[in-house]
C-alpha cells in the first residue's frame, strides 16, 4: 500500500508588495469589461466555462477571463494560511488509482475554492487549471519557492511556499500567477484587499523569475540558478503596471557608510521618496534628469542597518538589504 502526501502550499502576502513586471503587449481590456459584468457566483466551473466559451473565441481571451474572474472574485484565505492544517492524503495501490484519485483530488479543490470564494494558491492555481481544461487549454500548476518579503532577500529557494500556473497559448506556454493577480494583505489592517493586478498575467519569464523560482526548473523557461534567485532584492506589486524602470542598482544589497546611486528610466516627475527600516522616517531625494534617465543617490552612514525600501509616487517598489561597507 502507497500513499500519497499533496504537499501544502502556502503564498506570503504583504502590504500589495510583489514584483515588478512590464504589462503585456497585448490589450485584454474588453474581456476585463466583460468578464467584470459577469455573475460573482457560479454553480460549478463547468458553468463558468460555459460563459467564457460562449462570449470568447481565442484562447488567450479564454484564459484571460478565467485569471480575471478567479482574481476579482477569490479572496484570499488567511485563516487557512495561519492554521496549519496538514497536507491532504490518499492511499492508492497502483501508479493508475494515484492519477485517478489526484485528478479527483484536483477537480474538488477548483470546485471547493469556486463555492466558498476562498482558497490558498493552490486553491486559485487548481481552479485557473480546471478552467483552462474546461476551455480546451493546456495548463499546469507549477509549486516553487516565492520572493515575498525582505527576509527572503539573500535566501535560496527552499521548501515551496507558493504555486502558480503556465498555460499554453498558440503553441507557447505562458506564465499566470492568478493569486498574486487578486490583491493581498493591507498591512495596516492585517486584512486582504482586492487588488486586481494583471501583470501576473502571460508575464515574461525574465521578470517572473523575480520573484518566483519553480520547484521543477524547466518552468523557469530561463538559465538561471538559485543563486542568481537569492541575489536579486525585493520588488513590489505596484512596480508592475509603471511606465518606469529601475535600472541600477539591481544586486540584493547595498553597503552602508557609502553614497549608493539610482538610475530609473522614463520616471518623469513622479517624486521619490525612501525609507530605512531602522529609523522608520520618509526622505525625499530628487533626481538629476540626463534625457530619459533620473539618478539620485542615498547616502548611507554606518549606522545604517536592515533595509532600505524606494517608494515612487508614494508607492513601494523595490527593497535592498543593507550590508557592511567593504571600504
Request: glycine residues 6%; contains cysteine; neutral net charge.
Amino acid at each position: 500500500m502507497n500513499y500519497f502526501f499533496k504537499p501544502p502550499v502556502f503564498f506570503l502576502f504583504f502590504l500589495f508588495a510583489i514584483l515588478p513586471i512590464t504589462a503585456v503587449a497585448q490589450d485584454f481590456a474588453s474581456v476585463d469589461k466583460k468578464v467584470n459584468g459577469y455573475s460573482k457566483s457560479f454553480a460549478s466551473p463547468e458553468k463558468l466555462a460555459e460563459k467564457i466559451n460562449a462570449d470568447f473565441k481565442r484562447d488567450d481571451e479564454k484564459a484571460r477571463a478565467a485569471f480575471t474572474w478567479i482574481a476579482l472574485n477569490i479572496r484570499y484565505d488567511l485563516g487557512m494560511l495561519n492554521s496549519n492544517e496538514p497536507p491532504a492524503r490518499f492511499s492508492f495501490r497502483t501508479q493508475e488509482e494515484r492519477l485517478q484519485k489526484q485528478k479527483q483530488f484536483d477537480i474538488d479543490l477548483a470546485e471547493k475554492t469556486l463555492r466558498s470564494k476562498k482558497a490558498v494558491c493552490d486553491g486559485y492555481s487548481m481552479l485557473f487549471n480546471r478552467l483552462a481544461e474546461l476551455c480546451g487549454i493546456e495548463s499546469v500548476m507549477i509549486p516553487g519557492t516565492s520572493k515575498s518579503h525582505p527576509s527572503h532577500i539573500g535566501k535560496l529557494p527552499a521548501i515551496p511556499d507558493h504555486a502558480w500556473n503556465a498555460v499554453k497559448i498558440d503553441g507557447k506556454w505562458q506564465l499566470v500567477d492568478v493569486t498574486w493577480g487578486a490583491g493581498g494583505v493591507n498591512g495596516a489592517t492585517g486584512k486582504f484587499e482586492f487588488k486586481f493586478n494583471p501583470g501576473y498575467f502571460f508575464t515574461h519569464p525574465t521578470l517572473f523569475f523575480f520573484n518566483h523560482f519553480p520547484s521543477d526548473k524547466q518552468w523557469l523557461f530561463l538559465d538561471k540558478s538559485e543563486q542568481d534567485f537569492a541575489a536579486l532584492p525585493l520588488y513590489y506589486g505596484d512596480y508592475i503596471q509603471s511606465a518606469y524602470t529601475i535600472v541600477s542598482p539591481i544586486g540584493s544589497t547595498v553597503p552602508n557608510n557609502e553614497s549608493v546611486r539610482f538610475t530609473i528610466d522614463s520616471l518623469g516627475e513622479l517624486p521619490v521618496t525612501y525609507v530605512l527600516s531602522n529609523e522608520r522616517m520618509v526622505r525625499q531625494v530628487t533626481p538629476e534628469k540626463r534625457d530619459d534617465l533620473s539618478i539620485f543617490e542615498i547616502k548611507l552612514d554606518s549606522r545604517a542597518t536592515g533595509y532600505l525600501t524606494i517608494y515612487i509616487d508614494h508607492k513601494s517598489v523595490v527593497t535592498y538589504k543593507i550590508g557592511r561597507s567593504v571600504s
